[in-house]
């Protein structure tokens, strides 16, 4: 059965498919929760309760600590200077020009497309994956600093 409400982070309505204990398999919401003027309270089998999460970003579910551990591991190694001096972990946001992120992403995006079509890149795949996301994240930031949310030039 497909709870698509539930992976929603919404309340299942479809109890039919239910655990002994009374909580969706799929959602693992309580039934018998109360209903607030907020929305539907969760209710755990210790009786602490706390609202729903739906409408709240899932940080935990949408990043990967592998992903970004090694993202972390790439920045590190890129920190160190062509003159030997190391630069501060957050140096990139003092701000550079997009066109530099969008030249830099496209270099690394041809790494990328090499390696998966069987060919050698300069750094190889994972190294091309992390610049690519380096250059998309710095490019978001930008967009973001300039509040230019809708419109890219």
């Known amino acids: 059965m497909n709870h698509e409400n539930c992976s929603a982070m919404s309340i299942c309505d479809d109890w039919r498919e239910k655990r002994r204990d009374g909580y969706c398999r799929d959602c693992l919401f309580y039934r018998d929760t109360p209903v607030t003027p907020e929305g539907k309270m969760r209710t755990f089998e210790t009786g602490a309760t706390r609202d729903t999460e739906g409408g709240k970003e899932d940080y935990e579910g949408f990043l990967s ?11 590190s190694k890129h920190r160190i200077q062509a003159d030997g001096t190391v630069r501060a972990s957050d140096n990139w946001q003092r701000g550079i020009p997009r066109d530099v992120y969008i030249k830099s992403a496209w270099r690394h995006f041809m790494d990328v497309w090499l390696e998966h079509r069987g060919q050698k890149s300069r ?26 949310r809708s419109e890219i030039a």
């Open 65 to 75: 600590p592998m992903v970004l551990k090694r993202f972390a591991e790439y920045m």
């Open 123 to 148: 750094d190889g795949l994972e190294d091309a994956l992390c610049g690519l996301m380096f250059n998309v994240m710095g490019y978001l930031f930008q967009v973001l600093r300039e509040g230019k």
